[in-house]
């Protein structure tokens, strides 16, 4: 499975970006999908998740302002970020969980929120 992300970028408080994860390869072995992002200096944390039935769960910090979606007709999810802040500042990355819980990690994409 390979997972490309796209959308990143330099954004003001307050604006908003929408990312989006290409997924090819073997597709069909692909259970749950989600957004992690790592700021500097600070772990990678959990962003946001979808599951195959489509049920989301999101991050404290981004509930209410963040929204994430699949289309499988179009092998691609999405992390819709409205209002962001700067705290939103960070690497995002695009994962994919496999049937056999392994996951699987696209190179990450930048997102800064200038204040």
């Known amino acids: 499975v390979q997972l490309v992300e796209s959308g990143g970028g330099l954004v003001q408080a307050g604006g908003s970006l929408r990312l989006s994860c290409a997924a090819s390869?073997?597709?069909?072995?692909?259970?749950?999908m989600g957004w992690y992002r790592q700021a500097p200096r600070k772990e990678r944390e959990l962003v946001a998740q979808i599951s195959t039935a489509g049920i989301t769960n999101y991050a404290d910090s981004v509930a209410g302002r963040f929204t994430i979606s699949r289309d499988y007709a179009q092998n691609t999810m999405y992390l819709q970020m409205n209002s962001l802040k700067p705290e939103d500042t960070a690497v995002y990355y695009c994962q994919a969980r496999s049937l056999a819980k392994y996951d699987y990690w696209g190179q990450g994409t930048q997102v800064t929120v200038s204040s």
């Open positions: 390869g073997s597709l069909f072995s692909i259970n749950a």
